[in-house]
């Protein structure tokens, strides 16, 4: 077999010329700009758009200004890609556990990479139609490509072109943050930007970070059938979530027969008579792995670099982003930013979320706060790790009570039938009150599932209401009303227990 | 001897107790005093089956299987040996700043595996130094040696060293990388090691780091239970083991109306709950199969091969309801747990060494059994030996079931009773305790 070939470009097909004429078309010729814009966005990612969209709808005048991609990460090399990729992962892995099902495990089950890659990027320019420019720009958005940077506190360049604004929103995003390690960069790397690329399967696979990008596609390319390593230095995986979450996520990479190296470092990467060498050390453990590919999945850096916002007198830190406060407005009242480049919580929803409050502060003198958004997310491993609202940690160091109710999946009837019953739901709610803090879900299909207490959330809706709410059966979400049904039969008083059996017996 | 179905429930338990008991005396150097993890070949020493074996003296004694001479012996050999001990700290020593590498070579006493400078091992170890110096109180120059010698080891040990700059108690130190860098997360065995950190008159951890712990507890209602959570079962004994636990409470139980031993109950409840619902479909799990807990069990792994398909855990931490499971049950985790529930014990007990006699060699516990992974004959694997851990936790269990013995005389330790006041704890024993002339 020849060597792995670890350059990779995208393949120029008919899905790639379709994706870039709707994302950046090189005939692309930006328009002229009207004295001065209501709003100018930029950045044209999920944020982005989602302003843009809201601020059109008002009737205000935008312009967008995007140096490479609209769409931004979600749609070009986040969310989608890895979901289409994720999705046929696990359906090699469903069928190798076939026999789980009752089914005939297929003979000689092969991948057949290229295919599986050219799907991801087939759905990627489907689903590029949306942010096309052509649909931007019918909308009634001015659409500009180029580098941008601030000229002043209501001035912007996009390459020679002079635009200024009365309000301006920074949504630029951010990009993979490479880890400073010797030898990585020589021997070269794959992030989650070019990753999507691959046409082949590198045989062997080392993942650097345990976070929710480095797990998802450690154990997708496990599934895909890639002998694959993850290294990550702290003891658990995904350091935000409870640790019962990421234990049982480590088991299942285990029983997937991912290489899982946790408390462990990588010091090197040598490359020696055309082998790729990884230098680890865990505690005083030294230990050399070799592998074809190397992923960084490690956090992500703010794109704040070359934006001139000190012109513009916008505060920013390189590794925390564009400062803002709790209304998204920056260190020049009339610049806000929104989206990963200034929050903690870098998901697609709460980059749109964080726009719309921008929108409406910005234009309309709003005062919507970013600390009031209720925030779901979920880790697509399998089980898929979902969460909204408190950790029981942070209550308990607020001093806030709190006390958790938790439902294995095992006790659920679809969980069973479906053989998905590893996981729990865990419902935190104020001790002594029926008011959900947060949630955690660790199931099969828990993104799916976290909705629902994101509804209660936001809607102030209690365990004793949930309790009520009849849920089709048998479906797994019905998880979450056993736990509120849990919470009800502690509410039974001795004295209601008292009188029921008064009455009973009389 | 007559069959073990036969006999009374005392009698029962006074031949399972002796029998671990006979662990102590076969696995003990008496050159050291030092006892070995496990009765297999070349078996080195844990600090913390040292700890048991120290507190297993006083109990044979009082029982009539042991002469405290000989007892008193015994003690002193270990106690001078972890005087003179090379506390240096270097990668072939036996301790620092108080503490001892977790397993050390039973001939020499110095530190083998490569293994970390353990504070909860450490813990253990000086909780049953500290009841030997409780129950030898005779006015000879040996007992009095004795206790001076168990002081002397506790007031080294630096505790307020082993928080580093973290607001919690770390787990380890290695000479060669420095402290294991991640602290106590979650409810777990470790309320004896902050009670012993805080009661030390020398070195005591700073006050909040005991808030800093508990404020990673997770407090929840599962199978219809309240309980402080923590999925091994053995984390549910170990510390009340040594501590009476009953009618004392914390600010974090006194908040939920709960202590650590109804705790330990609720625990043993949703054992038997999840065996019941047996998630995995394993053999023989139901009402009186259950104890997943840190101990042996068969093993799939194969040495050198990575990326194999892993079922099977090897020794590890299995716990309850999100495992590991892998069909594996802990004999001497049940029989530990008699305190909190004596008759959900005494039956699972029968029940088991009915079903499986393969568990029991010697009148002993096998560390572990998996019913589902057996020979093709049907016979269920059945860890080879026995483990210290295990043989420790049973003898000083029963021993509080039979009469709270050991809780009495901890109940005199000015050095705990001063640790649970400053963790918090009130009421209780705790009230009259100084009264009654701690030392």
Redesign the interface.
């Known amino acids: 077999m020849p060597p792995f070939d670890a350059t990779v470009t995208t393949p120029q097909d008919a899905c790639e010329n379709k994706r870039l004429a709707d994302v950046h078309p090189q005939a692309w010729v930006n328009p002229e700009p009207v004295d001065r814009y209501a709003l100018i966005i930029v950045g044209a990612g999920s944020a982005g758009i989602a302003a843009a969209e809201l601020a059109i709808a008002m009737g205000v005048k935008v312009a967008m200004v995007e140096r490479h991609l609209i769409g931004g990460t979600c749609l070009n090399t986040g969310c989608v890609p890895s979901k289409a990729l994720i999705r046929t992962a696990r359906l090699y892995a469903e069928m190798r556990d076939a026999a789980r099902y009752g089914a005939k495990v297929p003979d000689n089950i092969e991948v057949d990479f290229a295919a599986v890659m050219a799907r991801v990027r087939r759905i990627r320019s489907h689903l590029s139609g949306r942010s096309s420019v052509r649909r931007l720009a019918a909308l009634g958005v001015d659409m500009f490509f180029g580098n941008v940077r601030f000229a002043g506190p209501d001035t912007l360049m996009v390459n020679e072109q002079k635009l200024r604004f009365a309000k301006a929103m920074i949504a630029t995003g951010t990009r993979p943050h490479v880890p400073s390690i010797p030898g990585l960069r020589e021997a070269g790397f794959l992030t989650n930007a070019n990753v999507f690329n691959l046409t082949e399967l590198p045989p062997r696979l080392l993942v650097i970070g345990g976070g929710p990008v480095g797990c998802e596609l450690a154990q997708a390319f496990r599934h895909l059938g890639a002998n694959v390593t993850i290294v990550q230095d702290k003891p658990l995986f995904l350091e935000r979530e409870e640790r019962d979450a990421a234990q049982i996520l480590s088991d299942a990479f285990a029983r997937d027969g991912l290489e899982v190296r946790l408390n462990t470092q990588v010091t090197g990467v040598r490359m020696e008579n055309g082998h790729k060498l990884v230098d680890l050390i865990s505690a005083d453990y030294r230990s050399t792995i070799e592998v074809d590919a190397i992923l960084t999945g490690v956090g992500r850096v703010p794109n704040v670099q070359g934006l001139d916002l000190e012109t513009a007198g916008v505060d920013y830190d390189a590794a925390a982003g564009i400062a803002i406060d709790d209304f998204l407005c920056t260190s020049n009242s009339r610049i806000y930013a929104a989206g990963d480049v200034c929050l903690q919580e870098q998901y697609t929803d709460t980059a749109a979320a964080s726009a719309r409050i921008v929108v409406h502060n910005a234009l309309m003198r709003g005062r919507k706060r970013l600390s009031k958004l209720v925030i779901p997310w979920c880790t697509y491993t399998d089980p898929e790790i979902s969460h909204v609202g408190m950790y029981v940690r942070e209550a308990n160091r607020q001093g806030i009570p709190v006390k958790t109710f938790t439902v294995p999946m095992h006790q659920i009837d679809r969980a069973v039938t479906d053989s998905e019953e590893i996981g729990f739901v865990k419902i935190h709610i104020r001790d002594g009150t029926d008011t959900i803090l947060g949630a955690t879900i660790v199931a099969r299909h828990a993104g799916e599932m976290i909705n629902e207490i994101t509804l209660a959330m936001v809607a102030g809706i209690g365990l004793r209401t949930l309790a009520q709410v009849i849920h089709a059966y048998p479906t797994q979400a019905e998880a979450i009303r056993e736990a509120a049904k849990a919470y009800m039969r502690t509410r039974v008083t001795q004295r209601l227990r008292a009188r029921l059996q008064r009455w009973l017996a009389g | 001897m007559s069959p073990l179905s036969a006999v009374t429930d005392d009698a029962l338990l006074d031949r399972l107790q002796c029998a671990a008991f006979g662990y102590f005396v076969q696995n003990m150097n008496p050159r050291n005093g030092l006892v070995a993890d496990t009765s297999h070949d070349n078996s080195p020493v844990s600090i913390a089956v040292v700890g048991f074996a120290l507190s297993s003296w006083p109990v044979a004694v009082e029982r009539g299987w042991l002469e405290r001479a000989e007892a008193v012996r015994r003690s002193l050999a270990a106690l001078r040996f972890f005087r003179d001990s090379d506390q240096s700290g270097s990668p072939t020593a036996t301790g620092f700043k108080g503490f001892y590498y977790h397993f050390l070579d039973i001939h020499t006493g110095v530190r083998v595996w490569?293994s970390e400078l353990s504070m909860i091992d450490t813990a253990l170890l000086i909780a049953g130094v500290l009841t030997a110096s409780l129950y030898f109180t005779a006015d000879t120059p040996d007992e009095a040696e004795l206790r001076e010698l168990a002081d002397f080891l506790y007031r080294r040990i630096d505790w307020r060293w082993a928080q580093g700059d973290g607001g919690t108690i770390k787990q380890g130190w290695?000479p060669?990388?420095g402290f294991?860098?991640?602290g106590w997360?979650?409810y777990s065995e470790a309320i004896v090691l902050y009670v012993l950190a805080l009661g030390s008159p020398t070195h005591p951890i700073t006050g909040d780091c005991y808030t800093a712990w508990?404020?990673?507890?997770?407090?929840?209602?599962?199978y219809?239970h309240?309980y402080l959570?923590a999925g091994p079962l053995f984390v549910h004994q170990f510390s009340h083991a040594w501590i009476d636990l009953r009618g004392i409470r914390d600010s974090f139980m006194r908040?939920?109306g709960f202590d650590y031993f109804e705790n330990s109950r609720s625990a043993v409840a949703i054992q038997r709950r999840y065996t019941q619902?047996n998630?995995h479909e394993f053999a023989g799990y139901d009402e009186n199969g259950w104890g997943l807990s840190a101990g042996d069990g068969p093993n799939d792994e194969q040495p050198g091969v990575?990326?194999?398909?892993?079922?099977l855990f090897g020794y590890a931490a299995r716990g309850v309801?999100?495992?590991?499971d892998d069909g594996t049950l802990s004999p001497p985790a049940v029989l530990a747990s008699l305190p909190f529930a004596p008759e959900s014990v005494l039956e699972a007990m029968r029940n088991l060494l009915m079903r499986y006699p393969q568990i029991l060699t010697d009148d002993r516990l096998c560390s572990g059994f998996n019913p589902s992974v057996g020979a093709s004959d049907g016979q269920p694997w059945v860890s080879a030996g026995h483990y210290g851990l295990d043989q420790g936790v049973v003898l000083m269990m029963i021993e509080n079931h039979r009469s709270g013995f050991i809780w009495q005389l901890t109940r005199g330790c000015r050095y705990l009773s001063d640790g649970l006041q400053r963790a918090g704890f009130e009421g209780g024993w705790l009230r009259q305790g100084h009264a009654e002339g701690t030392r």
């Open positions: 490569q290695k060669e990388s294991l860098h991640y997360e979650g508990t404020a990673t507890y997770q407090w929840e209602n599962l219809d309240d959570y908040e939920k619902l998630p990575f990326n194999e398909e892993r079922r309801p999100y495992g590991p």
